[in-house]
Every structure is written in C-alpha cells, then in structure tokens.
C-alpha cells in the first residue's frame, strides 16, 4: 500500500493517505490512453481550412496555345493545378475530425490516468484548498509552498469552485478542473496533479463503483 503525504497549504505534512494504483485501475493500459488522448485532439481541431480547386480560382478555361507545333509541352487552362496562381489538385475542405470512443472505455482511460500519476509520484494531496475570494497571489504562495510552482499543473477539487478556478487561471501552465471534469487527457499532459483529499475520496469511489460495473454479467435479453 502506498502512502501519500498530505500536506496543508503552508507546505506542512500534516497526514497521509493510503492508497494504491490497483484502486483507481486494475493495470494501466498504454495503448487505451493513447487512443482515447489522440481522440481528445481530434476533438480539438477546428477543421475549418479550404483551399480552391480549378473549378474556383479566377482565369479563363480557355486553352493556352495549340496542341502542336509550339514546341513546349502540352497545355489546357491556365487554372491547371501545375501552373502558379492554380487551383489545388487535391483542394481541402471543411470537415469534422470529431469522433467519440466507448463511454466505459474512455471512463477506464481517465482512472488509468491518475493512476499512472500516482505510480510516476506525480501526484499531491492537499487537506484543503478552499479560498475566501479569488486572489491568484494566495493560490501562487501555495503552489509554490507545495513545490509546484514554475511547472504544469493540474488542480483538482470536488465540485467547481469559483474562487480556486478565477485564482489559478492567470497563473502560467495551471488549470483547475473539478472530478466530474477530468478526462485522461487533462490530466495526462500537464507534469503534476494536485488534489484534494476529498477529491481524490471521490474519484477512489467513483473508480470502485466503475470496477463493479464493469465486471457485473450483462443481463440477458428477454
């Protein structure tokens, strides 16, 4: 069983937390979280380019000089793609690169990812992180008291809170997501995560409740 140092926001060890990998994810599959990343950032691309083909760049369809007897190599119109001020042979076109994974799969890839955070020592609790009003010189006094401080960083609490959110955003490298918003992505690229201890009980629940979902037999068709 590992154990996890919790500490206050001074940086003081006040606790510490036991916990596994094998709680959050039976095994940590690479291939699983590789897919699911590359499908967060197929979902990212805007896919808005176009470029115009022949039929759509300016110019006349007019033939450029006879067939024969010039000398030089044959030629149609002036739009051709080989010639400069063309349209493109193989013209892009507006598309979506969206697509979307399993629900229970891209669910298993995010526990895979906080385990694997856990595994690398990546991974920091802290008792509490509750602030009184936005203030990003309060949130950078306490990142930097943890040893998080010129690094990227993942924030993580229980629900959405406001006053963390507005105090870490302008803060370079740093993003705030509460446990309902994790995704392995966000929690794959930035270098460390810094949970709090009641937020890392509730993704430990929600990785159970997820583990008994998952091996209870499905139910026959009627």
Known sequence: MARLP???????????????????????????????????????????????????????????????????????????????????????????????????????????????KLRDNQLLVIDDLSLGAPKTKDMAAILKALGCHGTSLLVTTVVHDNNVYKSARNIAGVSVAPVEGLNAFAVLAPRKMLVTKAALDTIRQRAATGSRDATRPAKAAS
């Open 6 to 116: 919790v500490y206050d926001r001074t940086g003081k060890e006040v606790g510490s937390y036991d916990i596994e990998p094998a709680d959050l994810a039976p095994r940590i599959n690479k291939q699983l979280l590789h897919d699911v990343v590359v499908m967060y950032q197929a979902n990212l691309r805007q896919g808005t380019f176009k470029t115009k083909s022949r039929g759509e760049v300016a110019g006349s369809t007019k033939k450029m000089y006879r067939q024969k007897g010039t000398g030089n190599a044959r030629a149609g119109s002036r739009r051709s793609g080989i010639r400069r001020g063309g349209g493109h042979i193989f013209a892009k076109r507006p598309r979506d690169f969206s697509y979307r994974l399993p629900r229970k799969a891209v669910q298993l890839a995010t526990r895979m990812a906080v385990a694997s």
